[in-house]
């Protein structure tokens, strides 16, 4: 990937970041290296993937339905 003029690709976008579950660390790390980085729409889902499951929302799996 190459990187213009110091700004990283797609800087001002939303990206969203979560884990397992609150207790889990992993996502804030990453927020915080993206903000590093110079991401500006970084967006932390604190409850994490098994709460968004346990609520019912729509996930993606990456594997075809």
């Keep these: 990937m190459q990187i ?3 700004a990283p690709p797609y800087s001002h976008g939303a ?3 979560y884990c397992s579950n ?3 660390g992993n996502s804030q790390a990453v927020a915080t290296r993206l903000e590093k980085l110079g991401y500006t ?3 932390k889902y604190r409850e994490g993937i098994q709460d968004w ?3 019912g ?3 993606e799996t ?3 339905a």
Aim: charge should be negative; include cysteine; glycine fraction near 14%.
């Design 4 to 6: 213009l003029d110091g």
């Design 15 to 17: 990206i969203a970041v």
């Design 22 to 24: 609150p207790s889990c």
């Design 41 to 43: 729409g970084v967006r």
């Design 53 to 55: 499951v346990e609520a």
């Design 57 to 59: 929302l729509p996930i």
């Design 62 to 64: 990456g594997v075809p």
